[in-house]
């Protein structure tokens, strides 16, 4: 028993600072830090354990002891609660921890009852522990493998605690020695694997978090927080692959905003990089649920447009075109005009990648810009807009 306890003591110590350095090196997430200091506290559990007899009597040891525990548990369903926003528990779990350490405090010291008093930590720790796994799985759509892993872990000792909670308050008011050595061996002899499994998948978890955010800077644009070329690139195959799959339309728009370095030249680079974020939000509030939106360049937007034939494609262009009109650029107090050229296309027979129907949305671009920018075009091999706005087979114009 006393290497057992020595051990996790030891063990939850250095779980403690592998913590702390990922909270102070990984861009001080809070949630990694409550880890820290529950584990902290662990640490001071396991070695209390240890120095029983350095407390002048058992109840203070017992309070001790209790206390700890509720600290540990409590930080650790705090740091599951931020890592995931849950918003369904309260902010303030402290009430709580206090009223449980409120119940031991009375069956210890006011009307002991020896095994409702041991009953209550592994109680909440079960309920703490069932808590946190559903929050890790319901956290996103499809739970990363780490948070399988945990979550999964996070069950079973949660389980383990129910009956380890009805054990104990089964021992009566009067617990005795032997009573004791049958609810705290078998229960210390489990805690290890369990307490050891759930932080290690936590800290790969964790890793997970690290990596799945890493990935998503390396395909997102910092600036617009829309895709870049390369997650572009990875989405807009996905969706070629679908449409050719499902025999459905999948169209592109390709747009830039006009004289955008006389915007930069007459209001410098910051209002400049103001005007790429408005166009942005222009952009994505026209999204749907599967669009794809990327700034692929400079000052120039792709959007791909799943099951949307060359009709639709030209109506949301249009459409972008009227919200940029209606929602100007404020920069102290004056409007900035800001027009932008569009280029439409749509999947055909003969392509073999939605590179081919992006290149003819850009070529769709130059044609509306060489027409004068501002405006809606469509790549010449499909249709063009006729003077009273009906679509017509580009091949009757020329090119």
Known sequence: MFFIQATLGMTC??????????????????????WAVAFVASTFYWLANLAVSWFPNYEGYWLTVNALG???????????????????????????????FAVVFWTTIVRPHAGLSAAILPFV????????????????????????AAAITMVIFGLVQFPAAVFAYGLGPEQSVVAEMMFSHPTVLVIPAGFVGMAMFVIFMLASDVSGDMKEIAVRDQLTELLNRRGFG????????????????????????????????????????????HFACLLSKLRRA???????????????????????????????????????????????VMTASVGVAVISEKDTSLADVIARA????????RAGRNRVDLESSQKIRAVDGSLEVASSHGS
């Open 362 to 369: 850009d070529r769709a671009l130059y044609r509306s810009k």
């Open 125 to 148: 720790a079960a309920i703490t522990l069932l808590l946190s796994a559903t929050m890790i799985l319901k956290h996103r759509e499809t739970p990363r493998p780490a948070e399988w």
């Open 13 to 34: 110590l250095m779980i403690a600072i592998i913590f702390f350095m990922a909270w102070k090196t990984l861009g001080e997430m809070p949630y990694a830090l409550n």
């Open 70 to 100: 509720f600290v540990s548990i409590t930080l650790a369903l705090r740091g599951h609660c931020q890592r995931t926003n849950c918003s369904r528990l309260p902010g303030n779990l402290w009430p709580y921890a206090s009223l449980a």
């Open 234 to 277: 990875e989405q807009s195959t996905i969706a070629y692959a679908t449409a050719r799959r499902r025999r459905a339309f999948v169209s592109v728009i390709i747009t830039d905003i006009d004289h955008f370095k006389t915007i930069n030249d007459e209001f410098g680079h910051a209002v400049g990089d103001d005007a790429l974020v």
């Open 290 to 336: 599967d669009d794809i939106i990327a700034r692929i360049g400079g000052e120039e937007f792709a959007l791909v447009l799943p099951g949307t034939d060359i009709e639709e494609a030209i109506s949301i262009a249009d459409e972008l075109c009227e919200r940029r009109a209606s929602s100007p650029l404020m920069v102290e107090g004056r409007d900035v």
